[in-house]
């Protein structure tokens, strides 16, 4: 993240391609300042947890299923919209798409990272364990 100049590309490809949408806020990625203008970029996202998956645990409509490398698939058919995941994940990183009343979870899809201008982000090959 060193390298981020917050140009919020990997945020608009996520949305673009996932959700249909050109808004910020429909991204499973999220890009913010550290602290004003002088301040690093972070990025908060999806960690693929694998054992111990706070956001599957806490769903109690089973629209969530574990998802092979790690972290969650999001089955919408399922998903009554409690917002539950929302609390549930241990670094923030599901957020909630009131017009579709929705979750928005990152699925590894790697969008963001294939539109990051300077190659702050990267996909990793992992074991696939469930």
């Known amino acids: 993240m060193n390298k981020c100049i917050g140009c919020y590309s990997c945020m608009l490809s996520c949305s673009a391609v996932n ?8 991204s499973a990625i999220k890009i913010k300042t550290s602290g004003g203008i002088r301040g690093r970029f972070t990025s908060t996202l999806c960690l693929a947890c694998n ?3 706070a956001c599957l ?3 109690t409509s089973n ?3 574990k998802r092979l490398g790690g972290g969650v698939i999001l089955n919408e058919d399922k998903c009554t919209g409690c917002k539950k995941c929302v609390s549930a994940c241990i670094v923030g990183a599901i ?6 009343k929705k979750p928005i979870i990152c699925k ?5 990272t294939s539109f990051c201008p300077h190659e702050c982000l990267r996909m990793e090959e992992v074991d696939d364990v469930l």
């Open 108 to 112: 590894h899809c790697g969008i963001c």
């Open 19 to 26: 959700h249909k949408s050109h808004s910020l806020e429909k």
């Open 57 to 59: 645990e806490s769903c």
């Open 51 to 53: 054992d111990e998956i």
């Open 95 to 100: 957020s909630f798409d009131e017009e579709r």
């Open 63 to 65: 629209a969530l299923e």
